[in-house]
C-alpha cells in the first residue's frame, strides 16, 4: 500500500498547481462579479470563457500525463514497481479528471451564485441566459462535464503513445475531432438514433436543445451516461496500448501526416455528403414562357399556374416523360402574382390570386373547366375581399384548398387578425361567399407571415407566432373555433413568425421556436390534441414550408442564400432522419426563390420551379 500512496502523492502534486490555477480564476471572477460593469460584460462572455476554459483544462491534464513520463526516462520506473501498470495508468487518469471535475464545479458556480444579477443589454444574447435559467446548476455540469471528459480521455491516449505533451495534444486533438465529425455526419446515417441522443452537443445554443435534452430525463441520462460510458472504453484501450507498445512513439512526422489526413476527411465529410445526398430529377417538363406557380396533383394530372391566371395541365402517367396536354391564358381576367395557388374539384380548377384595382385591391378566384385536360377553358370568376397595397407578394392569403363541402380560403387582414372564408359552389361549380371566421391572434408584432395552415377532414389547423388555432370547417356556413392552444417556449421572447404547421392521417406536427422542434400531436379525435412527441429541428435552416406525407417531412428552407427543398424520414423513436435534398437540372438557370410548390403522389414528388415542373423519384 506504500508504493500506491507514493504514487497517489507524487501525481496529485504534479496536477494540484494545474487545478489550483483553473479553481483561483473561478474565485477572481465570482469576487469581479460584484463589479457592475465587470457583471455586464460577465454576462454576455460567460459560455466562451467557461466552454473554453475547459477545453484548455482538459487539454492540460491529460496532455503530459503519460507523455512527459516517456520523455523524462521515469516511464519504465514507475510501470516497473509493486503497484500494476494498469493501476499507475488508471490512477492518472482518475486524480485528471477528478481535477476537470473540481474547475467544471468552480467553473458554473461564477454564473450559478448569482444568476439573478446576471443580466445583458443586447436582447439576441438573452438565450445564453435563459438558458442557464432553465437547467439546474447540477445536470448543467454533468453535461459540460462528460462531455469534456471524453475530449480529456481521447488526448490522454494521445498522451499514451507518444512522447511529448504536445504531441499529445495533437493527437488528442486530432482523434477529438474525427470523432466529433463523425457523430455529426456519417454516424447519424448509420445510427440515426443519434439525432435524438446527441452525443457531442454541449453549447448554448439559441434554439434550446440543451434545454430540452437536460428536462428530457431519458435524454439526459442516456447521454451523461454514454459519454461516461466512452470515457471509460478510451482508459480501457489507454491499457491495451501502454501495456504493448511500452516503447512505441509517435514521430513529429507520424503526426504531421495523420493531420493531414485529418483535414482531409473532414473537407471530405463536410463537402462531399451534401452532393451524395442531392437527388435529381427523373423527369422534367418545361414550362411555357418559364412561368409556372402553383401545383395540383390529381387522378394522375398535374394542374399548375402559368402567369397572370393562366393555367397548364400535365400527364403524370409516365413521371420520367411528363407531357403537357393543354393550357390556356385569359386576356380577360388577369391576377397580377405568379405564384397562384390552385385547386381542382372534380372537372373544375379554382386560381386564387391577387387583383390590381381601384379605389384598393382585392382577392379573386379564376375557374377553369378543365373537363377535358387538353382544352381548359375560362368558366368565369369572382372578384372579394378588398385587400391592402402593401400585400404585395400573394395579397395576403395562406391557404387555398377545398373541403368536403366547398372550398376555404385563410388570409391575413391585419396584423393581429386571421380570416377564415368558406365557400359553396353553386350549380355551375361557381364559388359562394359561406360563413366567415376572424380570429384574433395573440400577436401584435405580426411579421410578413401571419400564420401557416393545414387541413385535414373537417378541421383546419392553423399557427400563429404563439398558438395553434382549430377551426372546424366541416359546415362551409357555419365554421366555428374548436380550440385554441398555446405552445409554450423556453425562451419568453416574442417572434415575428409563424408556426409551421403540417397533418399526416392521425398526427399533427406544429412548429416549437425555442427549443427548434416540431411538436408531434395525436389528432384521432381532432377535438382533443395529444402532445405525444418532439422533433428537433437544429440545423435545418430557416424553413419557409413544410408537408408530411406518409412519415415523410418535406420541406422548403433557407440554405447558402438560397430556398431549396430537403427531406427527412420521421422515425419512431421521434426523430428526424436525413434524407436527401432535391437539385434543379443545370441547363435550368437559377432562380432564388428555389421551388415554388411541391406535391406527393404515386411514388415521386412533384415541385415546381418557375422555368419546369421536376418529378423526383421517392423510393
Known sequence: MSALYALLWKEGREILPKVLVGVALAVVVCLMRNNADFNRSYAESFEGLIMGGLVVMAIVLAMD???????????????????????????????????????????????????????????????????????????????????????????????????????GAAVGIALAVILGVFLTGPALAIFPILNRYPLVAIGLDDQGHLVRLATDSARFWVKVLANLGLTVAVLAVAV?????????????????????????????????????????????????????????????????????????????SNPQQMRLLGSA????????????????????????????????????VVVF?????????????????????????????????????????VREQDPDLIVVEAFSLDAAGMPVVG????????????????????????????????????????????????????????????YNRAKLVATDGDKLYVERFWPHELVEFDIANPDQLREVGYLPLSGRGDILSLQVVDGMAYCRAWWSSDAKMKAWTIAEYGALIEGF??????????????FNALSVANEYLYATRHEALLAYRLD
Open 65 to 167: 500525463a503519460i507523455a512527459r513520463e516517456r520523455s523524462t526516462g521515469t516511464l519504465s520506473f514507475l510501470i516497473d514497481k509493486p503497484v500494476a501498470g494498469a493501476t499507475v495508468l488508471t490512477l492518472k487518469f482518475l486524480l485528471g479528471l477528478g481535477g476537470l471535475l473540481l474547475v467544471a464545479l468552480m467553473a458554473w458556480a461564477t454564473v450559478y451564485i448569482d444568476l439573478a444579477s446576471l443580466e445583458v443589454e443586447r436582447a439576441w444574447l438573452a438565450y445564453k441566459l435563459i438558458t442557464v435559467q432553465s437547467i439546474d446548476y447540477t445536470s448543467m455540469v454533468a453535461l459540460s462535464f462528460t462531455q469534456f471528459s471524453l475530449l480529456y480521455a481521447l488526448i490522454f491516449i494521445g498522451s499514451v503513445v507518444t512522447d511529448h505533451p504536445f504531441k
Open 240 to 316: 491495451v496500448l501502454l501495456h504493448r507498445y511500452r516503447e512505441a512513439m509517435l514521430s513529429w512526422r507520424t503526426v504531421a501526416i495523420g493531420w493531414g489526413a485529418v483535414i482531409a476527411v473532414v473537407f471530405a465529410i463536410s463537402y462531399g455528403g451534401p452532393l451524395v445526398n442531392q437527388r435529381m430529377p427523373a423527369g422534367v417538363l418545361a414550362a411555357p414562357d418559364k412561368q409556372y406557380g402553383g401545383l395540383a396533383v390529381q387522378g394522375g394530372l398535374a394542374y399548375m399556374t402559368i402567369g397572370q391566371s393562366g393555367i397548364a395541365i400535365a400527364d403524370l
Open 329 to 364: 391564358r385569359p386576356e380577360s381576367y388577369k391576377l397580377w402574382q405568379s405564384r397562384n395557388n390552385i385547386c381542382v374539384v372534380d372537372s373544375l380548377a379554382y386560381i386564387v390570386g391577387r387583383r390590381k384595382g381601384l379605389p384598393s385591391d382585392s382577392l379573386g
Open 369 to 409: 373547366d378543365v373537363s377535358d385536360p387538353a382544352t381548359p377553358t375560362l368558366k368565369g370568376y369572382r372578384m372579394f375581399a378588398a385587400i391592402k397595397k402593401d400585400k404585395w407578394y400573394d395579397g395576403g392569403y395562406r391557404y387555398w384548398g377545398s373541403t368536403d363541402d366547398g372550398l376555404l380560403l
Open 435 to 494: 360563413d366567415v371566421q376572424v380570429i384574433t391572434t395573440i400577436d401584435p408584432m405580426g411579421g410578413p407571415d401571419l400564420c401557416h395552415v393545414s387541413v385535414r377532414g373537417s378541421r383546419a389547423y392553423i399557427g400563429t407566432g404563439r398558438e395553434l388555432v382549430v377551426i372546424d370547417v366541416g359546415d362551409v356556413h357555419a365554421l366555428r373555433e374548436t380550440g385554441r392552444r398555446t405552445l409554450e417556449s423556453f425562451r419568453p421572447e416574442s
Open 581 to 594: 435534398s432535391l437539385a434543379g437540372p443545370e441547363d435550368l438557370e437559377s432562380d432564388l426563390w428555389g
